[in-house]
C-alpha cells in the first residue's frame, strides 16, 4: 500500500498535565492491558518490571509540612533527535535496525523478533523508557485468553517500550484508506490507550503539526527551534539533550518544571534557550 | 591422482565459489534464523472480529461504566464507557483490570466441601442440599436465629434475597459492613430527620472543604471525583484538605490543611465557631432551630474558638479564620467527610461536626450542595410468609445489636472522652428512627466472648470480614468458632479458608445484577449489569444459590422464593424500572437539587464532649499508627489485581515486607532509616515492616496502606471430584492439573501476585466503637516503633 501523506508528515505528540494527573496509575494499566505486558510474581524490584508507561513521583524535598508531590508519566518519548532529523539516541545505535524512526508519523518502533538484545538502546536512552525481557512471559493458568491479537506478546531476551499504541494508528488508517479519506485521520480517531483511560483527563495526544489539534494548542510547539514549547508552562525532559522528545509535560508550579531538567547552581531561569545554531554562526 | 599445490588450490578455491554460488548457504543460514526466531511457548493471541458489550464494574462502590473490547467474542480489555453518568469514558486501574479477576488463579473453581483439613469438590446439588439441611436442623432445634448473614452492602436484589431468606427462615442476623454511607445516612436521619442518602455536587461546587478524605484516592465514586478535581481549574474551585498526610488529595489540593490526627472534629467545630463569631452564617437554619443553635454557639464559642482549637489542631488561628471567610463567602461551599476511600464508617459526631458547617453555609439541596438524596428505588418484593419457627426467631434480637449494658463491650476502644456512659447510646440509638444498628464488629466480638458461639451458621457474601474488619485476627477466631460458615465467594480469600463449604459466586463480568451508582456524588443511577462473558469455572449467581437453597428448605420458605430463577426475581423484583433497564442498562437521576427544604437540627450536639479516642496510652505507645488507602492498592472485598500490584511503588511494597511511612524527624527518634527494619508495635499486634522515610507525612505518625497482606489460596488438599485425577495442593505451592470432568482446571487457588505480600494493618488496629451510631469507627490506634 503506498502512503500519501499530501507531502505532510504527521508528528504524533503527547502533552501531560502534571497539575491534572493524581498518580492514579490507570495509564500504566491501561497500557499494559493493551499492549499484552506481563507481569511476574514479584514486581518490586523497579529495574525488572515492564512498565512501558512508568509514573514517577517527585517531591520538592521540602520539610513538612513544606511539601510537596508531584506525579510524572513517562512513556518513550519518541525522541527526535538532535535537529529533529530522527536520529534518536536508541535508533542511532540499534545494530539490528530493530528500533526505527517512522518518518511518516515521528514514532519510534520496536521490532522485536529483529531485536537480539544487546541493549545498547537501553543505554541510549536518557529517559529510562526500554525495558529488557529477562525471563519469558508466564500468564497464570487461562489467563492468556484476554491477549490481545494486536501487539504480539514478546520473548525472554528482546527489548520493548512504549509504541504510542502504534497498532491503534495501522487500525485508524487503515478505516480511512477504507473509506477513501487516505491519511486524513481525524483527531479522536486515533488516540492512545493511556490517553483514553486517563480519569483525570491529564493526558492529551494528537498530531503537533496539525494546529487544529489539542496537543498542538497546548504547547504551541515551536518549528524554528525543534518542536519546543512556546507556552512557558509547558517542558520537555532534559532538553538541553536536544533529543527533542515528542512528549510534552505542562505545570504550573516552577518546580516541577525545574525537575524536568539538571541545572548548575544559579542557572534556572538564566539560560533557557538551547543554541541549535548547528556549528555555524 | 596426485595432489600437488596447484591442484589443491584449484579445488579449493572451486570449491568456496561453488559452495558461494549454491543457494544452500543462504537457505541454512536463513532457516536458521527463522528457526531461532521461533518462540512457540511465547502465545500467539487468536484475530477476529472486533466488538463490544457493556456492563457495569462493581469492584467498587462508584460502579462504573464499562466498555468490554472482544475479538471474536473473546474479552480482551476493558474501557470505561462514555457518556456513563458516573465516570463517562474514564476509568480507573482496578477497573481496567477486571479481565484478571476473571482468570485469577484464587478463583473457586466449583462448588467445595471441606473435610478435615482438605477441600472436596461437590456437585452444585448437594452443596445446597447440604446447606439446606444445616438450616432445617437449626429450626427444628428452635435455633433458626442462631443463622447470620454478612454482605458488603443492603443495596440490590441479591442482598435482599439474603436478607428475605434470612426472614424466612428467622432470623434478624443480617450485617453490612460499615462504611462512611451508613454514618451520613444515620446523621441525615439525625439532622435533618429524613430517611435519605448524602449527595455531594461536587462538580458543581467552588469550595469544596475535605476533612481527611480520599478525594482523589478512592473515595465515593473515584472517577467522578478525578473529573471534578481536573476541571477545578477552569471552574475556579478551590479545595482545601485536611489531612495529617500529604496524600495525594492533600498533595492536589490548593491549601493542605495537617491538622493533628484525631483533631479534625475539632478544627470543624472551630471553623463553626469562627463563623458564627463573624456572623457569617445563613440565619435560616439558625433560626428555624432556635434554642438547640443557640445552645450549638455557646459550645463552640466557648470550647472550640480558633484560639483554642489552634492549640489542638496545631493549625495557625489565621488560616481557621480565613477558612471560615472563605467558606462563608463562596458560592456554593462544600464540606465532606469520610476517611480515605469512605470504605470505614466515621464518627457521627465527626460527620456532624463537619456538617454543621454545611449547615452554617446553608449551602443544602442547592446546586453545589449538599444533597438529601432519596435513596435508591425501593425493589418491589412479593409477601413473605413466616411460619411458627421464622415469627419465633425473628423474635429475638440479633447477635450483633448495640445494647446498652454489655459489659466489656469494645474494651479499650471506647476509653475515649466521648463516652460518657451507656445510656446516651442506647438512647440515642432509640432516636435514630429506621437505622439498622446490627454491628458486624460487634457480632464478631459476641461470638469471641460467648462461650459457644451464638451463630451457629453463618452466610458471607460479597465480603471478607476476616480481612477488611479490624482486629482481623480476632475475626478469623470468631469465625472459626462458628460452626459452619457458608462462603459465596468467587476466591480463595481469608474468609472463605475458614468456610465449611464454598458456593462460588459468578465474578461480576459473569452475572447479571442490580447496580446502584453514584457514591459521594449528586447523581444516583440504577444499572443492570449483565453476563458478558461465558462463565469461566462451574459458578453461579449467588442469587440463585440463595433460591435454590430456599427451594431445597421447602414449606414456607420454598412459597417465598416462588421465582424460576434470579433472572425472573430480578424482574419482577426491579417492576416499573425494568423495562427502562433492560433496554437503556440504566436510568440516572436528574442533576437538579432535591426539591425538599430541611431544618437542621442541632440539638445532636447537647452533651457532646468529643469524638472516641483511638485505642492505647501514649505513654508506651507514643506514636499514631494510621491506616492510609491508595487509590493503586484495592482494600475492599477484592484483592488487587497482578498489574495493580505492578504499579505500586517500592517505598509502599518491596519484596514481601510493607513499609511504613515516617518523618525523618520520627526515624531519628527511634534511630531507624530508609529502608531499614522495624517492628511496629500497638496493643493489638505487631509486625515486622520496613521503613520509608518521607518529608510529606507529620512528625509522630505512622502511615500504613491498606490493601496488603493477604493470603489466597487453599491451605490442605483439594480433591477433585473424578477419581481419575486428584489435585494435590500441598501448602498451596504446586499446580498439579488433572484431566477430564468437571475440574479439568483445577489450580492451586493460590494468588502469588498480591497473597503473602506485606502486612494487613487491621491485624494492627482494632474496633473503635462509637458510642452515638454503635458503627466501628476506628482510623488508627497508638503505636511503637522498635529497632531490630
Redesign the interface.
Known sequence: MTQDNHGKAHKFGMVIDL??C?????C???C???N?VP?K??????KD?L?WMT?F?L?N?????E?????MPRPCMHCGGKGDHGHSPCVSVCPATATDYGYDTGIVSQIY?RCFGCRYCMGACPYHARYFNWW??K???????????DV????RGVVEKCSFCYHRYQEARDRAYYEERRDNIEEGEYQTACT???????ITFGDLHNPEHQVYKLVKPDPHQCGKPRNPKAFRLLERLQTNPKVYYISEREWVRKAGDNYRKGEWGQEKQPVHDKGHK | MKIDRRSFLGLGLGAAAGVAASPVTWKLTDDSSIWTQNWPWTPVPRDGEVSFDDTVCTLCSGNCGISIRKIDGRAVKIEGKKGYPVNDGGICLHGISGLQYLYDPSRVRFPMVKSGDNWKQASWEEAIALVATKIKELRKNGMADSLACVTGSDQGSIAGLYKRLLMAVGSQNFYTTDTMDKSWEMLIAKMHGVSAAAGFDIANSDYVLSFGTGFIEGWGSPVNNFLANSSRKERQAKFVQVEYRLSNTAAAADVWLPAKPGTETDLALGICSAMITANLYNSEFAQKAGKDFDAFAKLVNEKYAPELVSRTTGIDVSKIKNIAVEFAKAKAPLAIAGRGKGDSAGSLMEFAAVHAINCLAGNINKVGGFWTLEKQPALTWPSLEMDDAATKGYAKPPVGAMVANVSGSSGAGTSGAGISGAGIFSAVVSSVSGQTTNSVSRLFEVVNISEKSPVELLMVYNANPCFTLHNAKAVKDAVNKIPFVVSFSSYMDETSQLADVILPSHMFLEMSQDIYSGAGIAQKVTAISKSVVTPVFDTKNPGDAIIEIAKAMEGSIASSFPWKNYDACLESVTGKLWASLSEEGYVASELTPPATSVAADFSVFANFSGIPAIEGEEKSYPLTLVSVDTIRLASGVFASSPFAVKTVEDTVLLKNDTLIEINPETADKVGVCHGDYAVISTPVGEAKVRVNVFDGIMPGVVAMPEGLGHSLGAAGEVVTKDGAGMARIVGATSIITTTGGVSSKTGALENRYIGGKGINVNDLIGPVTDPVSGLDVAWGIRARISRV
Open positions: 497539575d491534572k493524581t498518580g492514579c496509575g490507570s500504566m494499566v491501561a499494559m492491558s493493551e499484552n507481569f510474581e514479584d514486581e518490586t524490584n523497579k518490571s512498565t509514573v513521583k517531591t524535598e521540602k520539610k513538612f509540612p511539601t510537596d508531590i508531584c506525579y523478533t519469558d512471559p500468564w497464570p493458568d487461562g489467563m492468556e485468553e484476554y491477549l490481545s491479537p504480539s506478546p514478546r520473548m483514553q483511560a486517563c480519569p483525570a483527563g491529564a
